[in-house]
Nanobody, 127 residues
Framework: QVQLVESGGGLVQAGGSLRLSCAASGRTFSMYAMGWFRQAPGKERECVGAISRSGEVTYYADSVKGRFTISRDNAKKTVYLQMNSLKPEDTAVYYC????????????????????WGQGTQVTVSS
């Protein structure tokens, strides 16, 4: 089992940057592929980025490609989401999630495939 705690959200102007962090507890962080999801009011939760256990394989939603970067540090049991060139439409609650994977290079992109979730952190981008 793993517990996840996000941090780094806040209010930023359009064009600005934020770096989200997700710290995991437990000894088996490297057994999990990790994902960052977001949910805006009235919208479904969507995966904005995912990263394999090894960190070698990543996925990005089309809406954030070229602006967001997901990374992980297995020694620190932390996954990051660097968000640049933020837009008002990026406003949402951002969640990190963990999905146990047998292989080092696979990961899921659907929320229903993730077993563990953080409590979320609010990101608000003003125009």
């Amino acid at each position: 089992q793993v517990q996840l705690v996000e941090s780094g959200g806040g209010l930023v102007q359009a064009g600005g940057s934020l770096r989200l962090s997700c710290a995991a507890s437990g000894r088996t962080f490297s057994m999990y592929a990790m994902g960052w999801f977001r949910q805006a009011p009235g919208k479904e939760r969507e995966c904005v980025g995912a990263i394999s256990r090894s960190g070698e394989v990543t996925y990005y939603a089309d809406s954030v490609k070229g602006r967001f970067t997901i990374s992980r540090d297995n020694a620190k049991k932390t996954v990051y989401l660097q968000m640049n060139s933020l837009k008002p439409e990026d406003t949402a609650v951002y969640y990190c999630a963990a999905d146990p994977q047998l292989l080092w290079t696979t990961m899921a992109t659907m929320a229903g495939e993730y077993d563990y979730w953080g409590q979320g952190t609010q990101v608000t981008v003003s125009s």
